[in-house]
């Protein structure tokens, strides 16, 4: 396996609504910024891929528009998948992986602005016995919490400290959309907005990107002072229908974390894919995480959720602390669908 | 064997049953055993989307209501976009100098549209052309009319017209169509960057 690891990253102050720009006026200044950070030359870049959702848009090839702002002509090896952009840097990954190419842009966006967006995530349901029922992203979630309480895996208590927890920390996140939160007391004395899911449990509606630079080997070395090697990368699928799945665990989880080797080393940060507080105790048993395991000190989904970039947000959290100096050894995980139904896991490591 | 002494098309086998429903074994079922299967749904969808047109588009929206077209300017490159979008799409830079364009423009490429479809409100044959608007970079649609469809070709200099004063929106539906502007023709070797 070829060494390859994030050298650079950037993402846009996320807001609720982007309501001046189009999506390529609002992704292309971090994607200048990415490759100014990163000293690949802007039309140096050996693969270019990119994560999005014509869904959110509601307009087809809506990404061949953002295109715009990585100077695609005269013409690139170029990719996209209608996925998180933790998928397009696992794609870049692969192409590195082949030999095909040493550098790769990885970014992706998501303005759920124009839409209704727990309506939107709706329609990835299956065609013929759920999505004719409209069950938005936040019912489903709720029954999938209603499960994981009655399992005993969390508590409503609990799930409103998560709350109270993400958004303190999203304080000092200077990116984040919400920033502090209410006391925990205070959360549990709001109404349902879907029993058992109160507004507090639930990520925002966001719109925002993120974009990343991978490098191989001594290219990595010699563009970052402390590269944040991708030591393990691994993504699992379950079944599509909710009636197949036990909702309170989460196996895909389980066999990408040991593929990804998240157990092979002490974890100091994990950024977490949590789209409801739910999530994360769900998550923090699949990956087999301590109790002092640092959880979402970005503030992850729950202080800002740009869809199709808040998967790969969550590697730019991590990689930034690696980058840093401030850990050494952490772990990202994405991911897509409802309930957490595709997964995405990968070890992140610093050296010396 | 072929047939060669007709223009028809030779006929297409296919193999049985490609396009019919597979049957459903529901031995295993025994109470829908007598219950008529379902053979297709239709489930009915529809989303609202509200659209921005971004920074960049909506300036040249402001303009075009009063009935002028300004492209953006790539400073790197210097190419000139119509309608701008916000970015240059050859150096990935954001567009930033405003550039008044003139109304008039030049074939540089186009197609006689012999199929009528549906929602279409033009008699068919019409010419639908990529028309290179004086001073931009890049052509945009539009639609030429006033000159018999067998006479429109390539470098054919063409002027705008434009709907009533005060007819006119944020909209590319204030240019009516296309129609010749009596001037001569520009040589191909002056389009070649635009083909």
Redesign the interface.
């Known amino acids: 396996m070829r060494d390859v690891a994030i050298i650079a990253t950037a993402q846009t102050k996320h807001v609720r609504a ?8 609002m992704i ?1 200044p971090v ?2 910024e990415v ?1 100014e950070r990163s000293g690949v030359g ?1 039309h140096d870049f050996d693969f270019t891929c990119s994560g999005s959702s014509d ?1 959110l ?2 307009q087809p090839f809506s990404f061949v ?1 953002t ?7 005269p013409p690139i090896s170029e990719s996209h998948v209608e996925m998180d952009g933790a998928w397009a840097l696992y794609e870049a990954w692969v192409k590195i992986q082949t030999g095909h190419a040493d550098t790769a842009l990885v970014y992706s966006y998501g ?1 759920s ?4 967006l727990p ?2 995530l709706s ?1 990835m349901t299956d ?2 016995y759920e ?2 029922l409209w069950p938005t992203s936040i019912d489903i979630a709720a029954l999938q919490a209603r499960a994981a309480i009655q399992a005993g895996v969390t508590s409503e208590q609990a799930m409103a400290d998560i709350a109270y927890r993400s958004r303190s920390s999203a304080a000092a996140n200077p990116f984040a959309q919400l920033q502090n939160s209410a006391q925990p007391s205070a959360l549990m004395d709001e109404e349902y907005l879907a029993d058992p899911l109160r507004k507090h449990d639930c990520a925002p509606i966001t719109d925002g990107g993120v974009a990343i630079v991978l490098a191989a080997g001594d290219k990595a070395r010699a563009l970052c002072s402390r590269p944040a090697w991708i030591r393990g990368i691994d993504h699992r699928a379950d079944g599509h229908h909710l009636n197949l799945r036990d909702l309170t665990t989460s196996p895909s989880v389980s066999i990408a974390a040991e593929k990804a080797g998240v157990a092979n080393g002490p974890i100091e940060v994990a950024e977490l894919h949590t789209c409801f507080t739910h999530h994360e105790p769900i998550l923090r048993a699949a990956l087999g995480l301590g109790d002092d395991v640092e959880v979402n000190p970005s503030g992850g989904p729950l202080a800002a959720n740009p869809m199709m970039a808040a998967g790969l947000l969550r590697m730019v959290e991590v990689a930034n602390r690696i980058h840093s100096g401030e850990v050494s050894r952490g772990v990202a995980h994405a991911t897509g669908g409802h309930a957490l139904q595709h997964n995405l896991v990968a070890v992140l490591e610093g050296e010396g | 064997m072929t047939d060669t002494t007709s223009n028809e098309p030779a006929p297409i086998e296919l193999p049985a049953g490609v396009w019919s429903q597979p049957e459903v074994d529901m031995t295993a079922v025994a109470e829908l055993g007598s219950v008529e299967a379902v053979q297709s749904v239709r489930a009915f969808a529809s989303l609202t989307y509200d659209y921005t047109p971004g920074l960049a588009t909506t300036r040249f929206l402001r303009l075009i209501q009063e009935k002028r077209l300004v492209g953006e300017r790539c400073e790197e490159t210097g190419k000139v976009y119509l309608p701008p979008r916000g970015v240059s799409p050859v150096s990935g830079l954001p567009t930033t100098e405003q550039v008044e364009l003139g109304l008039d423009g030049t074939v540089v490429s186009f197609c006689v549209v012999n199929l009528d479809f549906t929602g279409n409100a033009q008699e068919i044959p019409y010419v639908s052309a990529l028309i290179l608007v004086d001073g931009a970079d890049i052509p945009i649609y539009g639609l030429v009319r006033e000159i018999p469809y067998n006479e429109v070709q390539p470098g054919l200099r063409l002027k705008s017209v434009w709907v009533e004063d005060s007819e006119l929106t944020t909209s590319f539906e204030n240019i009516k169509w296309w129609a010749p502007n009596g001037e001569p023709d520009v040589p191909s070797s002056e389009l070649a960057d635009y083909i």
């Open positions: 982007a309501t001046a720009t189009n999506e390529v006026e292309q994607i200048q490759i802007r869904y848009a509601g528009m295109l715009d702002a990585v100077a695609a002509w303005k602005s124009p839409g209704d309506l939107v329609r065609p013929y999505a004719p």
